[in-house]
Nanobody
Framework: QAQVVESGGGLVQTGGTLSLSCTAFGITYNHYTMAWFRQGPGKEREFVASYVHEDGSTYYADSVKSRFTISSDIAKTTVYLQMNNLSLEDTAVYYC?????????WGQGTQVTVSS
């Protein structure tokens, strides 16, 4: 059974840093994209960043560009989201997803709370 598991959320002050990780288990597709989405209080889920395993391309939402960095390990089963200079608006549940040709797998989410 394929699954995606996130870790690394927590509480941080504004301007601080936090790193999230996401590991995909049991995915049999050779090529897929792993991405982070987030859902803040009272907001819809939104795209944050993505990593295309096939060629290493990365994409970011404008709101996190230059502050967040997505990367992958050599085995390409884990992606990391390095979050710098966090603001109150970054408070959300962060979800990792593996987007395959015919399936999409979502993690349970990890809470990131930024306090002033």
């Amino acid at each position: 059974q394929a699954q995606v598991v996130e870790s690394g959320g927590g509480l941080v002050q504004t301007g601080g840093t936090l790193s999230l990780s996401c590991t995909a288990f049991g995915i049999t597709y050779n090529h897929y994209t792993m991405a982070w989405f987030r859902q803040g209080p009272g907001k819809e889920r939104e795209f944050v960043a993505s990593y295309v395993h096939e060629d290493g391309s990365t994409y970011y939402a404008d709101s996190v560009k230059s502050r967040f960095t997505i990367s992958s390990d050599i085995a390409k089963t884990t992606v990391y989201l390095q979050m710098n200079n966090l603001s109150l608006e970054d408070t959300a549940v962060y979800y990792c997803t593996a987007i395959c040709d015919y399936d999409t797998y979502w993690g349970q989410g990890t809470q990131v709370t930024v306090s002033s």
